[in-house]
């Protein structure tokens, strides 16, 4: 049976507050001539389209303003776009090294986005400014996958092959790792970093060393993490779980029949959970699943 032709996978998810959440993704039947990114918005219930977008997008990030929380959207050109309220604005970062994005993360006050070839660009008074010094390698196929950081002084960033970096706000330094699979996601909180990826592993460490506290050989990767209700969930593509101690327990998500994941944001009390067409989130108490309408079984 063909799809819906608005149908759209979703690639990521940025909960804005309450009731409040952007979804990115891409169409299932889309067209090479037509645009290659979505972006809908839900906000107590009722969806609107944000936008499309000429280029795949790679990331969603949050930062809180002075008038407020503004979302920016990453493409994998290096576009970023900007909401607040009801402002749209549009930035580049001008580079000429013609690499592509993977993602884009908050740290302390400033947005960070990185990519192929090891590349990282810190937003400072809305210019985008390379800090990649010593840590780009300019190969298409060594990446970043994600950053995070306790502080702009200790940031980590994970990627390709296992890679893990450290930066003290001055140098990067290439960490020792504790495996060869790739990095996906780095979440540092709490005074703790954790790192997953790849061949469903979960690593918690610091740049004196990591210990491993899961490998679910069942599992293609650990997509992400969010720590929230004083634990950690971890999503793969089709499983959620929590740490419990120094073990991964899977969620139940009763009473939705939810069971494609990926994707996690958290913030104002709500977790969202976002990935292939479902989309779901949890209060603390009950998950519940939001419907988006293209989506919807026919």
Not at 158 to 179: C, K, M, V
């Amino acid at each position: 049976m063909a799809r819906p032709p608005e149908q759209m996978n979703i690639i990521d998810v940025a909960c804005l507050g309450a009731d409040h959440a952007c979804l990115a993704g891409f169409l299932f039947a889309w067209d090479p001539e037509e645009p290659r990114g979505r972006l809908a918005l839900y906000e107590r219930g009722t969806w609107s389209r944000l936008g499309d977008t000429p280029e795949f997008i790679r990331g969603l990030a949050v930062l809180d303003e002075t008038d407020g929380a503004a979302l920016y959207v990453l493409l994998r050109n290096g576009v970023i776009h900007r909401f607040a309220g009801s402002e749209h604005s549009a930035e580049v970062i001008e580079d000429q090294r013609n690499l592509g994005f993977r993602g884009i993360d908050v740290v302390g006050r400033h947005l960070y986005a990185y990519g192929m070839g090891h590349q990282v660009f810190r937003r400072e008074d809305g210019r985008w400014l390379a800090i990649d010094e010593g840590l780009f390698d300019g190969e298409p196929f060594s990446m970043l996958n994600s950053i995070h950081g306790h502080s702009e002084r200790d940031i980590y960033a994970g990627g390709t092959g296992g890679s893990i970096f450290h930066f003290d706000g001055r140098r990067w330094q290439r960490l020792e790792s504790p495996t060869t699979y790739g990095i996906e996601k780095i979440l540092c909180v709490g005074g703790e970093t954790y790192a997953c990826g790849f061949n469903g592993t979960l690593f918690r460490g610091d740049r004196d060393g990591w210990e491993t506290l899961a490998v679910r050989h069942g599992e293609a990767r650990m997509k992400d993490m969010a720590f929230c209700f004083d634990r950690l969930y971890v999503a793969s593509a089709d499983a959620l779980y929590t740490l419990e101690g120094d073990q991964l327990e899977t969620v139940s998500v009763r009473p939705t029949d939810v069971d494609v994941f990926g994707f996690l944001s958290y913030r104002d009390g709500q977790l969202w959970s976002g990935g292939g067409e479902r989309l779901i989130r949890f209060d603390g108490e009950t998950w519940t699943e939001v419907l988006y309408p293209p989506n919807q079984p026919v």
